[in-house]
T-cell receptor, first 114, second 109 residues
């Protein structure tokens, strides 16, 4: 693995189903983030984690949950999917001890909820 | 509220220079980022400004004026592969990134 990986690449999901989007990084970054990207809007932060064992809510957390059991993994769960959660989801990570704390992104998961 | 403004779309000619502007109103300022995003791909980091002035990196330069809440990304010697969306983001007082909607740059031969 080099950088950040996300799975699945894309998914079509029936409304009401539970879904977990996976994110793994091998850069030993302490901070990780989940964003959604919708046409015409900027990236919006869903949840973040500054270090393993801690998580925080972003701008649009409702309907989503996360966990951070270790440094490398940061899964995002939709407990009961709704059509408004149709979006492209990006996971990102950063080394907050660095000068700029630049975020690096995974390839994204395209999710469609019907 | 917090706001990042960028033009929605710009068109430029191969070999030319283009300037993409970004204005921001945020609660606090802890740095400004520019990212490039090709269609269907992830955003990739281009530049970071935290102090006023120009940062040059090859064909790309980024400028910041904190007093004016303004930045621009300057792309020189445009190539067809520069066709992409360019995202401006500001880190606010909570140390979270606030993102603009992006500027779609179309390069014509």
């Amino acid at each position: 693995i080099a950088g950040i990986t996300q799975a699945p690449t894309s998914q079509i999901l029936a409304a009401g189903r539970r879904m977990t989007l996976r994110c793994t990084q091998d850069m030993r970054h302490n901070a990780m983030y989940w964003y959604r990207q919708d046409l015409g809007l900027g990236l919006r932060l869903i949840h973040y984690s500054n270090t393993a064992g801690t998580t925080g809510k972003g701008e649009v957390p409702d309907g989503y949950s996360v966990s951070r059991a270790n440094t490398d993994d940061f899964p995002l769960t939709l407990a009961s999917a709704v059509p408004s959660q149709t979006s492209v989801y990006f996971c990102a990570s950063s080394d907050s001890s660095g000068t700029s704390d630049t975020q690096y992104f995974g390839p994204g998961t395209r999710l469609t909820v019907l | 509220g917090q706001n990042i403004d960028q033009p929605t779309e710009m068109t430029a000619t191969e070999g030319a220079i283009v300037q993409i502007n970004c204005t921001y109103q945020t609660s606090g300022f802890n740095g400004l980022f520019w990212y490039q995003q090709h269609a269907g791909e992830a955003p990739t980091f281009l530049s970071y400004n935290v102090l006023d002035g120009l940062e040059e990196k090859g064909r790309f330069s980024s400028f910041l004026s904190r007093s004016k809440g303004y930045s621009y990304l300057l792309l020189k010697e445009l190539q067809m592969k520069d066709s992409a969306s360019y995202l401006c983001a500001v880190r606010d007082s909570n140390y979270q990134l606030i993102w603009g909607a992006g500027t779609k740059l179309i390069i014509k031969p």
